[in-house]
């Protein structure tokens, strides 16, 4: 059997040379910076974002790095390492929702959305990005090039938001309408906050309900992975990734839609009122009698449990109770398999088999339909457990996974 790929972080001045010396290739001059943005893992709180619920991610170590330079006019230039020899072009004047094709609707979208939302002064610009986030694999690669290029353009513009928190939702805003109305490619914010506004050793409790400010929506919680002797295994299935072939938004319509039948705003009301009952499971079988529809009674179920989870996980991680926390994993798991439906074949034998080697608890992680899994597990276990992965679908006939060493890392940020 081959031996699992690990895909290592670059390092930040690593990145940014790579960005830099892309950009003078492509372009003939030099950037006037490079910015980086990291992907992200998602502990636990899986489809609840747009639900007004809770949400627990990390930043990764691997990132987006652009190399970027303000132009005089409103033409955008943009090129991948991807595809190192092509430079995608769009003209940002008289730009509409959807009016740009390819991978740079995500930069480009950014620009658009940050003068569509007053800031005039936001011209065109010339982009070279280099990653380390794997396409595809459900940690984020879009997030992270879309609030690389937020706090790139902040800063060449001198917009005065990406210096705090606080000023970073105004980034974080552009960034997920370039996703949503440029990409076509749904998204409830988890991603571009956590990209934003992590910090190293620490994980990032977001509460999405509606109204709350930057400081009420976000809590740093302690995630040392070392302190319980710990690693977080994350492994990229390389199943196909889609979230912009209608599943995910009709999965988002009908939670709409159980809400308006339940006579609430969304489901974190709902969640709420059922999660603090005396005796929570009745609390919610009478919430789901009142639905007549069994796949919708189904997906409220995993919103209202899944909202449940994510502060029991921090309470049991804090205690040092990883059997709690490794359990908490694995229900979520099977609730997203069982009840939600965004799980498919590869993501299941990879959190079988990662339970089967002694993970305390694995579970798939994004948004599904395709994409990662994590696992909690001893020190020094990873790569075993990700070569009996690997092993196991060799055997199925599956592509071969890639796995990543994994810790609570920083936010976006300048970087040169």
């Given amino acids: 059997m081959a031996q699992v790929e690990f895909i290592e972080a670059m390092g930040d001045d690593d990145g940014a040379r790579r960005a830099a010396a892309l950009f003078r290739e492509r372009y003939g001059d030099d950037p006037e910076g490079v910015w980086a943005a990291p992907g992200r893992v998602n502990l636990i709180g899986e489809h ?3 639900n007004g619920g809770l949400c627990l991610p990390i930043a990764l170590p691997h990132r987006t790095y652009v190399a970027l330079a303000a132009r005089d006019d409103t033409m955008v230039r943009a090129v991948s390492d991807i595809a190192p020899e092509t430079v995608a072009e769009a003209e940002l004047n008289g730009l509409a ?5 390819g991978w740079a609707a995500y930069p480009v979208g950014v620009a658009w959305a940050l003068r569509d939302a007053g800031f005039g002064q936001v011209r065109g610009f010339d982009a070279a990005f280099v990653s380390c986030v794997p396409l595809g694999s459900g940690l984020s690669s879009s997030a992270a090039m879309t609030c690389s290029t937020a706090l790139a353009l902040d800063d060449v513009h001198a917009l005065g938001f990406g210096g705090d928190d606080a000023g970073r939702i105004t980034l974080i805003d552009a960034a997920i309408r370039a996703e949503n109305d440029m990409a076509g490619a749904s998204t409830g914010g988890l991603d571009q906050n956590a990209s934003m506004r992590c910090t190293e050793g620490h994980a990032l409790r977001l509460d ?17 992975l070392g302190r319980y002797g710990l690693e977080l295994l994350v492994l990229d299935t390389r199943a196909p990734h889609q979230l912009n072939d209608g599943q995910y938004e009709a999965r988002r319509t009908m939670c709409e839609r159980a809400a308006a039948i339940l006579g609430v705003a969304n489901l974190r009301e709902v969640a709420d009122e059922v999660n603090a009952a005396d005796d929570p499971q009745r609390a919610l079988d009478d919430v789901l009698a009142r639905l007549d529809d069994g796949t919708m009674r189904r ?49 299941d034998v990879a959190v079988d ?57 920083a936010a976006a940020q300048r970087v040169r």
């Fill in 48 to 50: 609840t974002d747009y």
């Fill in 299 to 347: 997906r409220v179920r995993h919103v209202v449990t899944e909202i449940g989870r994510v502060d029991r996980f921090i309470g049991a991680f804090a205690r040092g109770d990883m059997k709690e926390a490794g359990a908490l994993f694995n229900a979520s798991h099977d609730s997203l398999r069982d009840d939600y439906e965004v799980t498919v074949p590869e993501l």
């Fill in 353 to 409: 088999v990662a339970r089967a080697e002694g993970a305390y608890g694995a579970r798939m992680t994004g948004g599904g339909f395709g994409g990662s899994i994590i696992a909690l597990v001893d020190a020094g276990e990873s790569e075993r457990i990700a070569q009996r992965i690997a092993d196991e679908f060799a055997r199925r006939g599956f592509r071969a996974p890639r796995a990543l060493p994994a810790h609570a890392a």
């Fill in 208 to 224: 999405c309900r509606p109204g709350l400010d930057a400081l009420g929506s976000a809590e740093q919680e302690p995630f040392d």
């Fill in 97 to 101: 929702a959807g009016g740009v094709d």
